[in-house]
Antibody, heavy 119, light 108 residues
């Protein structure tokens, strides 16, 4: 059973970079999964941000343009989210989640991390 | 990009009633690529249904999914008090995911 835990600053200043890390247990980050990020604005629905595969290939939500990068660190069994040039509209709960590559749905989720963009 | 539209936005029912939640896609999607999640306040989403009609592990059989093409439905027979929550549909297509805006099931 894969378990995920988000970590990172809960407050980010406008125009700065939002950085979050997801620590994985119960599976190797090199395994056949899509390591994903999803966010949820306060009181709103879920928004897929992107995922990275064990090969290093990543896919992103086009609505976020070139602001987003997902990467992983195999030595720490973690994957990360970097979102550049944040504004108040990026205030949300950020979840890391995992999709086994033979499936197309999110099997496991982290508990979520609230990130507020404010000066 | 596939846009998912869920209806109704809010569904008010009494325990014991049947809930019917709709998810409509802006273009046809594979039945194997449609899933439903339940989310309670302060919690992460939980997988309920995958591949349109398959229940995830531990999900009671009062939950069922159906549909094809662009129209998909989540049905909860005889809603229990613990079922009042927000329900999200999700699709996958061409290495992209998207979610509906959610349907809130609340107590009448």
């Amino acid at each position: 059973q894969v378990q995920l835990q988000e970590s990172g600053p809960g407050l980010v200043e406008p125009s700065q970079t939002l950085s979050l890390t997801c620590t994985v247990s119960g599976a190797s980050i090199s395994s056949a999964y899509y390591w994903s990020w999803v966010r949820q604005h306060p009181g709103k629905g879920l928004e897929w941000i992107g995922f990275i595969y064990s090969s290093g290939t990543a896919y992103y939500n086009p609505s976020l343009g070139s602001r987003v990068v997902i990467s992983f660190d195999t030595s720490k069994n973690q994957f990360s989210l970097n979102l550049d040039s944040v504004t108040a509209a990026d205030t949300a709960v950020y979840y890391c989640a995992v999709v086994p590559t033979i499936n197309r749905w999110f099997d496991a989720w982290g508990q979520g991390a609230l990130v507020t963009v404010s000066s | 990009e596939v846009v998912l539209t869920q209806s109704p936005g809010t569904l008010s029912l009494s325990p014991g009633e049947r809930a019917t939640l709709s998810c409509r896609a802006s273009q046809s999607i594979s039945r194997s690529h449609l899933a439903w999640y339940q989310q309670k306040p302060g919690q992460a989403p939980r997988l309920l249904i995958y591949g349109t009609f398959n229940r995830a592990a531990g999900i009671p059989d009062r939950f069922s999914g159906s549909g094809s093409g662009t129209d998909f439905t989540l049905t909860i027979n005889k809603v229990e008090p613990e079922d009042f929550a927000v329900y999200h549909c999700q699709q996958y297509s061409s290495s992209q995911y998207s979610f509906g805006q959610g349907t809130k099931l609340d107590i009448k």
